[in-house]
């Protein structure tokens, strides 16, 4: 990873000390963003491509001629994917970095730790997180908090989707203790309760056990037929290997965060063969994913499909740039907020980039169509991207079908 000075050294920008805390802007200074980023810790996989991905759109925009008059300015920091250090990196980045927004965070608990930093700072906050209270009329108070995916309960409702389509009847529920896997297998709870279902058993886990025989047996004692998961790559791989050495038949359903090759490959073609996986998924058939999909792949050698959260990623910086253009010379960041929904939802002219929205907005409105989904944020500063259900085998995940909620 480029540490802070590689980045600012590889902007066109001169350093600056940006007016950031109330908003205040100055003609002609960059508009200061932090790219906060999970590069170590449970969101490593998805991290680092998230990351590029921001620098890759600021790029795209600067060499537009930049938004509003201004040049955006990249401040790129790891949280580790941990609440305690995502508030001492955020306290950093907003009372010595002066950044005029916090992008690309990842982990619901990370999320709920800044809010109140951002808050009280009268900052942006984009964010991937799924627990549901994020962006709460309580928690998102001052309306600065903007989410690039669906919450727990729109998870939730995917995974009771695909468990009635695949024919279960009695389903258990896993999650680890912290709001985003709660909000999964709450959100999955209230969707197949409202089906006529009922789920046979629920348990909770703390983190960073060596095993979690004790939790897997209260489950298994249930006789569900399927296991819904809240769960993370490293307490997903124990789970799935004492449960595969029980010699167990039940089928899983995980969220695609927790299953990817690394699991497969830590736990073997066997224990992996037949593992359902739910994922959102980005907006594979629009003009913003071409772009987005062509700039993954140069930097990470990868398809942008193997990485939804850097699409989104790669919208937050378009959406926000579309509204500081839209809020036009020296905006503040209050006047920026304003024109979010204005530039990312209907009416207006349907763009799939910055440049193409730019040139528009001298004459008319803009709607931004994105690389992860529509981008139309609803009354809680929510989006509703689609679904894929994958099942692995030999150890790869195929997608069968995709779910619209």
Known sequence: MMNRRQILATMASATFLASAGKGFAQANQPFRIAALNPITGAGAPYGTGMQKMILAAVDEVNAAGGAGGRMIEVVADDYQSQPQEAVLVAKKLIEIDK??????????????????????????????????????PSINSKGLVYRFNTTGDGFGKAFAEACERQGFKRPATMAFNNASALGIVEGFRKAWEEKGGEVVETVVYEPKQPSYRSELQRVLAADPDVIVAGSYLPDTTIILREWFQTGETQKWFLPGHAAGPDLFNAIGPDASEGLFVVNSISAETSTAYQSFDAAYRKAMNQPGTTNIYAAMAWDMVIVLALAMEAAGPNADVAQINAKIREIANPPGKQVSSFAEGKEVLKTGEVNYDGASSSV???????????????????GEARREYVIKI
Do not use: K, Q, Y
């Open 376 to 394: 139309d944020f609803n009354e809680h500063a929510d989006v509703l991207p689609d679904f894929d259900v994958s099942v692995v085998s030999n």
């Open 99 to 136: 950044v005029n927004a916090l992008v690309g965070m990842w982990s619901s608990g990370a999320v709920l730790a800044t809010i109140p930093l951002a808050n009280d700072a009268n900052i942006l906050l984009m964010c991937t997180s799924g627990a549901p209270e994020i962006t709460s």
